[in-house]
Nanobody
């Protein structure tokens, strides 16, 4: 059974930083491509970063240069370093495989960017 547990969200001022963590179990993490996703109120869930088992990364233009995805295969954990946060980054952030292959979502972690 796949388990995905996100943590690290919170309230931060515009321009601030947060680091999210995703603890996984039930998958062969080291060879599995993973992604961070977010869903803002009234919007569809979107991919904000992905990383292959080999470490190749992808970012959409909306977060490129501000977000950094990384993984620790020894700990089966993935991270998202978010810098220069903007109000439009406010959302619930989720981790999952990439693609998700229909896997269930965890509870997510709320990120709120506000002064």
């Amino acid at each position: 059974q796949v388990q995905l547990v996100e943590s690290g969200g919170g309230l931060v001022q515009p321009g601030g930083s947060l680091r999210l963590s995703c603890a996984t179990s039930g998958i062969i993490f080291s060879i599995t491509a993973m992604g961070w996703y977010r869903q803002a109120p009234g919007k569809q869930r979107e991919l904000v970063a992905s990383v292959t088992g080999g470490g190749s990364t992808f970012y959409p233009d909306s977060v490129k240069g501000r977000f950094t995805i990384s993984r620790d295969n020894g700990k089966n954990t993935m991270y998202l370093q978010m810098n220069s946060l903007k109000s439009e980054d406010t959302a619930v952030y989720y981790c999952n495989t990439y693609p998700t292959y229909g896997r269930s979502w965890g509870q997510g972690t709320q990120v709120t960017v506000s002064s």
